[in-house]
């Protein structure tokens, strides 16, 4: 059975389920027991589950990095939260240093199960220190999973599923995104990590968005629908480790590529896209070049109008997949 | 400098040749002499040999491609050049010449000659700018329009696959992209346009109507060989009006000589065949009735009829894909064994395609063979511009009836064509007569 959840209420049942089907997953982060989370995700399960469970911490990235990393290693499966993704910056040597390497320098005789959700994105007025997107900077990193999810359904799914798996996983949340709705299946389900989808079959021109943009994506597909441009819209889903195989076969066939996301253009992943798609097959059913739409090269303004102009909204994937498609003709 | 490697003019006719296959790959090394490629002619398959020995490279025609004689079909690039290619950066500057390291790469990268160049450095030494002057100062020369337009065409990556898919050249296509840039569809448009070009040709030339219902084999246009001999025969058969005169042949004294000869003709390195009998016979009758032994050409306006001395027998031989003809020179002058030798050869190397275009053109009478197969008489076309050609059938016995009783015989039928214009029939019927009393009573061969 299906029902129409907010983004927020599915990841909040993902952890319900799975704390209640394994005591050893339990929560730790600043605000998550008492006040129910900033973005309140976690709303309930203090009440629920306890305090034993549900762990308030002091405000310090590093320690909640740490304590994920210490409790996984022996035998735990924590379940993190960094309240906004620019902290993250405040737990790297956890996360980049220990977490990512130690399963690989104890020879494997050590794994590190843990999830640290974050919610990324600007959008919310929260100015430059908090409405980063840094999950580039742990695609970089080997030893690290990076899962972003785009829809209710997909982030209860992909979050079980990161529980389950014994690598540490940044569960990247945005935060535009908790209170979109979809349709959620009830119960206990995983989707694999590294499963790329296909959201919208099309053949003129392929965009390959991610987290926020997906959903920006989709929308743009459907005006452009009106002007008989068929768009598909692919989303990775996982960016770390990619399954890259669904994007290029999905170039192949529109021969144009629109990459997504909202995270600075230079250095960010549509880089990497960009790259795995010209190092392909692919290559030689490009009709066009490969094209980036990304945030602007800044830090997230403060005022309103500025920071909708850093991001790409609707408008401008609108814009940028009819010049392409038109350049392509 | 690299040595061209051209589509080389292997007879004094031959105007193009068609690549069969490269049997080097581009970038592979060759020796002097090595076999390159395969080329068709009109009128048989040869072998082109490496000019020079190096690296082959810049291979501008694949398979299939028709090219004109003498045009360059790919580069040989001598073995210092590649080497200093691939040791760029060591590659030492000439004796005496002073040279600043980066000029020194600069020059070994674009091939300017240091030694033409002035340094303009401290004690005349050569600098980055020296020889970015010479390389300006030798722009105009070294452009080479074809090759830098290639290189230089806006095309994405699709229409680039699609273009060497279907072996369409981008420089010649326009492109509807930004800048000019040729993309996918441009190459389909040229693609479906050739098509139909393609299909309304090979329509015209089988004679199908557009729209055929139930038409679904793909036809293959004429190539090589095959192209010369449609042309040929077609253009014999409307223009020389053919006569035809059959006999019949009695065997009996050539089986008998045949079981005598056998031995000895094989000593000499041949087989003592029916066709090496009628060969033989068939040169001493020209002999003695000349004027089958011509040809008829049209020079300009004019018919011109040319009557040979020598006979140049050919022999028409059924190769896999098609009919060779290689020409037994001064056939008159050979004794069977000779003859019987010579024959052997030309039709074996005709089989393995290793005759040479001399050995196959140049003939004055034909002899086409088909008594190997239960045909008992047939008539051929006429081998322009020869006025005359001799169609053999089947030998087998028949009943024969010697005044009194029927005895049986081994019997042969030839056909003997001849070109109207010039043969009248009481000639051509001479020429059979004295054949069929050459091979009845071969005897008279030692006159």
Same mark, same amino acid.
């Given at each position: 059975?299906?029902?129409?959840?907010?983004?927020?209420?599915?990841?909040?049942? +993902?952890?319900? !389920?799975?704390? =209640?089907?394994? @005591?050893?997953?339990?929560? $730790?982060?600043?605000?998550?027991?008492?006040?129910?989370?900033?973005?309140?995700?976690?709303?309930?399960?203090?009440?629920?589950?306890?305090?034993?469970?549900?762990?308030?911490?002091?405000?310090?990235?590093?320690?909640?990095?740490?304590?994920?990393?210490?409790?996984?290693?022996?035998?735990?499966?924590?379940?993190?939260?960094?309240?906004?993704?620019?902290?993250?910056?405040?737990?790297?040597?956890?996360?980049?240093?220990?977490?990512?390497?130690?399963?690989?320098?104890?020879?494997?005789?050590?794994?590190?199960?843990?999830?640290?959700?974050?919610?990324a994105g600007a959008g919310?007025?929260?100015?430059?220190?908090?409405s980063e997107s840094l999950e580039n900077w742990f695609v970089h990193?080997?030893?690290?999973?990076v899962v972003m999810p785009s829809t209710?359904?997909d +982030?209860?799914? !992909?979050?079980? =599923?990161?529980? @389950?798996?014994?690598?540490? $996983?940044?569960?990247v949340?945005h935060k535009l995104l908790?209170?979109t709705?979809g349709?959620?299946?009830?119960?206990?389900?995983?989707?694999?990590?590294s499963q790329t989808e296909v959201k919208r079959p099309g053949r003129d021109l392929t965009i390959v968005a991610t987290s926020l943009m997906v959903v920006r994506a989709l929308e743009a597909a459907e005006r452009l629908a009106k002007e008989g441009v068929e768009v598909e819209v692919v989303d990775p889903r996982t960016l770390k480790p990619l399954d890259a195989e669904p994007i290029i076969r999905s170039v192949c066939k529109t021969g144009r590529v629109l990459i997504v996301h909202e995270a600075c253009k230079t250095g960010g992943f549509g880089g990497e896209l960009a790259a795995v798609i010209a190092e392909s097959e692919a290559f030689d059913y490009l009709d066009a070049p490969i094209r980036r739409l990304a945030g602007l090269d800044i830090p997230v303004p403060?005022?309103r109008e500025l920071e909708r102009r850093m991001v790409p909204q609707v408008e401008d994937i609108v814009d940028a997949a009819r010049r392409l498609v038109k350049e392509a003709r | 400098?690299?040595?061209?490697?051209?589509?080389?003019?292997?007879?004094?006719?031959?105007?193009?040749?068609?690549?069969?296959?490269?049997?080097?790959?581009?970038?592979?090394?060759?020796?002097?002499?090595?076999?390159?490629?395969?080329?068709?002619?009109?009128?048989?398959?040869?072998?082109?040999?490496?000019?020079?020995?190096?690296?082959?490279?810049?291979?501008?025609?694949?398979?299939?491609?028709?090219?004109?004689?003498?045009?360059?079909?790919?580069?040989?690039?001598?073995?210092?050049?590649?080497?200093?290619?691939?040791?760029?950066?060591?590659?030492?500057?000439?004796?005496?010449?002073?040279?600043?390291?980066?000029?020194?790469?600069?020059?070994?990268?674009?091939?300017?000659?240091?030694?033409?160049?002035?340094?303009?450095?401290?004690?005349?030494?050569?600098?980055?700018?020296?020889?970015?002057?010479?390389?300006?100062?030798?722009?105009?020369?070294?452009?080479?329009?074809?090759?830098?337009e290639t290189r230089r065409v806006r095309a994405t990556p699709a229409a680039r696959r699609l273009a060497r898919e279907h072996g369409i050249a981008l420089a010649a296509l326009t492109g509807s992209g930004p800048q000019g840039r040729i993309q996918a569809a441009d190459v389909e448009k040229a693609l479906s346009s050739e098509?139909?070009?393609?299909?309304?040709?090979?329509?015209?030339?089988?004679?199908?109507?557009?729209?055929?219902?139930?038409?679904?084999?793909?036809?293959?246009?004429?190539?090589?060989?095959?192209?010369?001999?449609?042309?040929?025969?077609?253009?014999?058969?409307?223009?020389?009006?053919?006569?035809?005169?059959?006999?019949?042949?009695?065997?009996?004294?050539?089986?008998?000589?045949?079981?005598?000869?056998?031995?000895?003709?094989?000593?000499?390195?041949?087989?003592?065949?029916?066709?090496?009998?009628?060969?033989?016979?068939?040169?001493?009758?020209?002999?003695?009735?000349?004027?089958?032994?011509?040809?008829?050409?049209?020079?300009?306006?004019?018919?011109?009829?040319?009557?040979?001395?020598?006979?140049?027998?050919?022999?028409?031989?059924?190769?896999?894909?098609?009919?060779?003809?290689?020409?037994?020179?001064?056939?008159?002058?050979?004794?069977?064994?000779?003859?019987?030798?010579?024959?052997?050869?030309?039709?074996?190397?005709?089989?393995?395609?290793?005759?040479?275009?001399?050995?196959?053109?140049?003939?004055?009478?034909?002899?086409?063979?088909?008594?190997?197969?239960?045909?008992?008489?047939?008539?051929?076309?006429?081998?322009?511009?020869?006025?005359?050609?001799?169609?053999?059938?089947?030998?087998?016995?028949?009943?024969?009836?010697?005044?009194?009783?029927?005895?049986?015989?081994?019997?042969?039928?030839?056909?003997?064509?001849?070109?109207?214009?010039?043969?009248?029939?009481?000639?051509?019927?001479?020429?059979?007569?004295?054949?069929?009393?050459?091979?009845?009573?071969?005897?008279?061969?030692?006159?």
């Open positions: 059975m299906s029902r129409e959840l907010t983004y927020a209420e599915a990841v909040r049942e +993902a952890i319900d !389920l799975a704390m =209640a089907r394994d @005591e050893r997953v339990f929560l $730790v982060g600043e605000d998550v027991g008492v006040y129910g989370g900033a973005f309140g995700v976690t709303d309930g399960l203090y009440q629920k589950y306890g305090p034993e469970r549900v762990r308030d911490t002091p405000i310090s990235e590093a320690v909640i990095a740490g304590v994920a990393t210490g409790a996984a290693l022996t035998g735990m499966r924590p379940i993190a939260e960094i309240q906004f993704m620019d902290f993250i910056t405040l737990s790297m040597e956890q996360l980049v240093l220990q977490a990512a390497k130690l399963r690989f320098m104890l020879g494997g005789k050590v794994q590190v199960p843990f999830v640290l959700r974050t919610p919310t007025g929260a100015a430059a220190q908090h990193v080997p030893g690290l999973k209710p359904a +982030a209860k799914g !992909l979050l079980l =599923a990161s529980i @389950e798996d014994p690598n540490p $996983v940044i569960f949340e908790y209170r709705k349709a959620v299946p009830e119960g206990y389900y995983t989707i694999p990590l403060y005022n | 400098m690299a040595t061209p490697v051209i589509m080389p003019k292997f007879g004094m006719a031959q105007e193009e040749g068609t690549i069969i296959r490269w049997l080097k790959q581009e970038g592979e090394r060759v020796e002097k002499g090595e076999t390159l490629l395969e080329v068709q002619t009109d009128k048989i398959d040869m072998e082109v040999e490496a000019p020079a020995s190096g690296v082959l490279t810049d291979v501008r025609y694949g398979p299939d491609a028709t090219v004109p004689v003498t045009t360059v079909i790919a580069l040989i690039a001598a073995p210092e050049e590649v080497a200093a290619a691939e040791a760029r950066p060591s590659s030492a500057p000439s004796a005496g010449v002073r040279v600043s390291p980066v000029a020194q790469r600069m020059a070994a990268a674009t091939g300017v000659d240091l030694t033409q160049v002035t340094g303009s450095g401290p004690q005349g030494r050569i600098v980055k700018s020296d020889v970015a002057g010479a390389l300006q100062a030798q722009a105009p020369q070294r452009a080479q329009p074809q090759e830098d098509k139909r070009g393609e299909r309304r040709e090979k329509e015209e030339a089988i004679g199908v109507q557009p729209g055929t219902p139930g038409e679904t084999a793909v036809g293959e246009p004429l190539r090589g060989k095959r192209r010369t001999i449609a042309s040929r025969l077609s253009q014999s058969w409307q223009n020389a009006p053919h006569i035809f005169l059959t006999t019949s042949i009695d065997l009996t004294r050539i089986d008998a000589l045949t079981k005598e000869l056998a031995d000895d003709v094989e000593a000499a390195g041949g087989r003592l065949t029916l066709t090496v009998w009628i060969a033989r016979a068939v040169a001493a009758a020209l002999q003695r009735h000349p004027r089958l032994n011509a040809w008829l050409r049209l020079d300009g306006e004019q018919l011109v009829y040319t009557q040979h001395e020598s006979v140049h027998l050919g022999v028409a031989v059924a190769v896999e894909d098609g009919l060779l003809v290689p020409v037994v020179r001064n056939a008159e002058t050979l004794g069977l064994a000779a003859l019987a030798a010579r024959i052997g050869d030309l039709s074996a190397r005709a089989r393995t395609g290793q005759l040479t275009p001399d050995e196959v053109s140049g003939g004055s009478f034909t002899l086409s063979n088909l008594g190997m197969y239960p045909v008992e008489h047939f008539t051929a076309i006429l081998n322009p511009p020869e006025v005359a050609i001799l169609a053999v059938g089947r030998a087998q016995v028949q009943p024969f009836w010697n005044g009194a009783a029927f005895e049986p015989r081994r019997m042969m039928q030839v056909t003997l064509s001849a070109d109207h214009r010039v043969i009248d029939g009481a000639i051509a019927a001479a020429f059979l007569a004295e054949l069929k009393r050459l091979l009845e009573e071969p005897a008279r061969l030692l006159l």
